[in-house]
C-alpha cells in the first residue's frame, strides 16, 4: 500500500478538479486512509456535522441512472439552492472565465448546445471516476455554519487525495438529485446533501489534465491592517 504522501506545498499546488478520471478503483485501505485525513477536520464547536456517503461500483451505476433520468425530465430536487444568475460582477465575471478556459480546452464552441449539454451531463457520470463521496449533513440554524464545517471537511477531503497521488472534484451539480441520492443510499430525510466528490485517479490523456484556473492576487483578497 502507497503511504507516501506530498509535501503541504506540493498537495496544495497539485490539488486541482480533475473533470476525468481512470476506471482503476482505490483499496478500501486507500479510501479509508482519506476518509481518516478528513475526519481531522476543524468544526464549530466540534460538532463534527458530516455525514459522508460512499458509493461505487453498482450503487454508483444506479444513481448515474437515475440523475441522467430526472435531468431529462428536468426534475431537480436540490436541498439548498443554487444558481448562475446570483452571481454578480467580478463573481459572475471569474465563473464565466472558469466555464471559457473549460470549453476551450475542449474545443467545444458557446453557441454548440448540444455538446455542452453532452459535457454538463458528465457530472452525473462523475466524470468517470470510480468514487462518489457525499457530503450529507443536519440541519442547524441557517444551516450557515454547518455548511462551512462541511466544507472543512471537503477541502481536507480533497487534499488527502492531491497528497496521497488521487484526484478528486467537488459538485455541486450531484446534490441537484438529493431525493434520487437519499432513496438510493437509504439516508433519511433529516440529512441534506450539500455536495458530493467524485474521486480516483485522474487520467493524464484527458484534455483538460493540465488545465489549471487561475486565482486573482492575495493582494486582491487580503487587506492587512497593523
Ligand atoms: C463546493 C464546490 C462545488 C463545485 N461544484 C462543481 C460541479 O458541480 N461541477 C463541476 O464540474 N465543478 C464543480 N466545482 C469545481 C470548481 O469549478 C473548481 O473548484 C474551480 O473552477 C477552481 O478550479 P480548481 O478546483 O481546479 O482549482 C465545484 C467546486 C466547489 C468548491
Not at 54 to 65: D, F, M, Q
Not at 120 to 133: I, S
Request: with cysteine; glycine share 6%; hydrophobic share 35%.
Amino acid at each position: 500500500m502507497n503511504t507516501t504522501t506530498l509535501t503541504f506545498d506540493e498537495t496544495v499546488r497539485s490539488r486541482f478538479s480533475s473533470r476525468a478520471f481512470l476506471p482503476t478503483p482505490l483499496t478500501d485501505d486507500q479510501i479509508r486512509q482519506v476518509l481518516t485525513d478528513a475526519q481531522n477536520s476543524p468544526s464549530n464547536c466540534n460538532t463534527q456535522p458530516w455525514h459522508v456517503h460512499i458509493a461505487s461500483g453498482k450503487t454508483k451505476e444506479a444513481l448515474t441512472e437515475v440523475m441522467l433520468q430526472n435531468t431529462s425530465k428536468g426534475l431537480i430536487t436540490p436541498d439548498f439552492s443554487f444558481d448562475y444568475a446570483d452571481f454578480y460582477g467580478d463573481y459572475f465575471d471569474r465563473s464565466q472565465e472558469q466555464a471559457r478556459i473549460y470549453y476551450e480546452t475542449l474545443g467545444v464552441a458557446r453557441e454548440d448546445k448540444a455538446k455542452r449539454n453532452e459535457i454538463y451531463l458528465r457530472n452525473f457520470k462523475f466524470y468517470g471516476a470510480p468514487h462518489v463521496a457525499f457530503l450529507f449533513m443536519p440541519s442547524f440554524g441557517d444551516n450557515i455554519r454547518v455548511a462551512s464545517d462541511m466544507g472543512m471537511y471537503g477541502q481536507t477531503f480533497l487534499l488527502s487525495l492531491a497528497a496521497r497521488g488521487y484526484a478528486g472534484i467537488p459538485q455541486t451539480l450531484l446534490g441537484f438529485h438529493a431525493d434520487a441520492i437519499r432513496e438510493i443510499l437509504g439516508v433519511s430525510e433529516q440529512y441534506r446533501l450539500l455536495f458530493g466528490i467524485s474521486f480516483g485517479y485522474a487520467d493524464p490523456s484527458a484534455l483538460t489534465h493540465n488545465v489549471r484556473m487561475g486565482r486573482i492576487s492575495v493582494d486582491e483578497s487580503v487587506t492587512i491592517h497593523s
